[in-house]
């Protein structure tokens, strides 16, 4: 059976004490399903506070928003995969489409971000994705086996298989527009033949994009997504908490 994950992106939102008062919230909400897993990535000032307040729930972590991918030193600014860790963080989002495409971060730096948060032990997310224009152009396969191969080639086997990929087309995020079941679908398919291909037997696979109460049940319901990474739809506790325990075909 399928383990589904849903992680909730806040982005640049909920300070510590915000982090605090909505893990209240949520936990008070969220009745438990032993078949998923919530991941949150709060930013960076606020993972320790997000993560005491998920202490003693193996059900719940968190993660960073990025890493730099030298482990210490003169980084303005930077933080660690070490010092994330820190601080609580298990998991970190890498490549996130907000990241290569407002913080101008490139392939390269994604490759940097995944060796070094594997070598740190922080599971990578890795994010993935096609503009509007590519796919219009009939390229979304091509650019995302591009993205995956740029930041994972020379990753096989174990730590292959440590590596969870977010697919999010970038004309989806916080536009209200998603991917249709199907069309997510046969993406994740190719993603996931790439992944086996090198070694990862049972690769980890998510949607992101505009994801909802209203479409998550639908989303879900292709065998071929094993989660939702959402951000707008995660910002309230009890919505998230409700969207986390949808009931999936
Ligand atoms: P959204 O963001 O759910 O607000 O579209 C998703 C993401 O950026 O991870």
Avoid at 126 to 154: W, Y
Avoid at 193 to 217: E, I, M, T
Avoid at 228 to 234: H, N, P, Q, W
């Amino acid at each position: 059976m399928r383990r589904l994950l849903f992680a909730a992106n806040w982005k640049m939102h909920l300070g510590p004490e915000e982090a605090r008062v909505y893990l209240k919230t949520f936990r008070a909400r969220y009745n438990r399903r032993d078949d998923r897993d919530v991941w949150f990535f709060p930013p960076a000032v606020s993972i320790e506070a997000a993560a005491q307040a998920t202490r003693e729930r193996a059900d719940l972590q968190v993660g960073a928003q990025d890493i730099y991918w030298e482990p210490k030193g003169a980084y303005t600014g930077a933080v660690s995969a070490p010092l994330a860790q820190q601080a609580g963080a298990r998991a970190t989002l890498i490549g996130h489409s907000e990241r290569r495409h407002v913080f101008g971060e490139t392939e390269a730096d994604t490759r940097r971000k995944v060796a070094a948060a594997l070598a740190a032990g922080l599971l990578p997310m890795l994010c993935v994705g096609e503009l509007l224009a590519e796919r219009d152009a009939g390229h979304t396969v091509a650019v995302v086996i591009r993205q995956l191969a740029a930041a994972l080639g020379g990753t096989e086997g174990a730590p292959l298989s440590r590596v969870v990929i977010a697919y999010e087309p970038v004309w989806a995020i916080g536009t209200g527009r998603n991917a249709t079941p199907a069309d997510a679908s046969a993406v994740h398919r190719e993603i996931r033949a790439w992944l086996v291909a090198r070694g990862n037997a049972q690769p980890k696979v998510v949607y992101g994009g505009s994801v909802n109460l209203k479409n998550v049940a639908e989303l879900l319901a292709e065998p071929e997504l094993d989660g939702v990474l959402v951000g707008g739809a995660s910002l309230d506790p009890e919505g998230w908490a409700q969207l986390v325990q949808t009931a999936i075909a």
